[in-house]
Nanobody
Framework: QVQVVESGGGSVQAGGSLKLSCSAS????????MAWFRQGPGTEREFVAA????????PYGNAVKGRFTISRDNNKNMVYLEMNSVKPEDTAVYYC???????????????????WGQGTQVTVTS
């Protein structure tokens, strides 16, 4: 069973950039669809971005489309979330998730993912 660990969170000024990383162990991320979700204070977990197991599909949440980019490096067993033009409303704990299934219709749904990291805090200051 894959284990995922997030890193790269921190504090950044609005308009700046930050790159989150998700490292995987006890498994190859090439065998998993990977995703990023986030949860702000007092809010439900929100879909940010995903990359299908085939890497041909990369859906994004409406709030981050055009600003964030998800990518994967199967050789390094890593998934990344590049965050540009960040806004104070991007402040949240960001979670990496993994699921072994194929397909794309379910990628935006948190309940479809089996494996989760502990999260990394991102704070955007104005």
């Amino acid at each position: 069973q894959v284990q995922v660990v997030e890193s790269g969170g921190g504090s950044v000024q609005a308009g700046g950039s930050l790159k989150l990383s998700c490292s995987a162990s006890e498994g190859s991320i090439g065998d998993y669809a990977m995703a990023w979700f986030r949860q702000g204070p007092g809010t439900e977990r929100e879909f940010v971005a995903a990359i299908a197991r085939s890497s041909t599909t990369t859906p994004y949440g409406n709030a981050v489309k055009g600003r964030f980019t998800i990518s994967r490096d199967n050789n390094k067993n890593m998934v990344y979330l590049e965050m540009n033009s960040v806004k104070p409303e991007d402040t949240a704990v960001y979670y990496c998730a993994a699921e072994r299934s194929y397909g794309t219709s379910w990628l935006r749904t948190a309940g479809e993912y089996t494996y989760w990291g502990q999260g990394t805090q991102v704070t955007v200051t104005s």
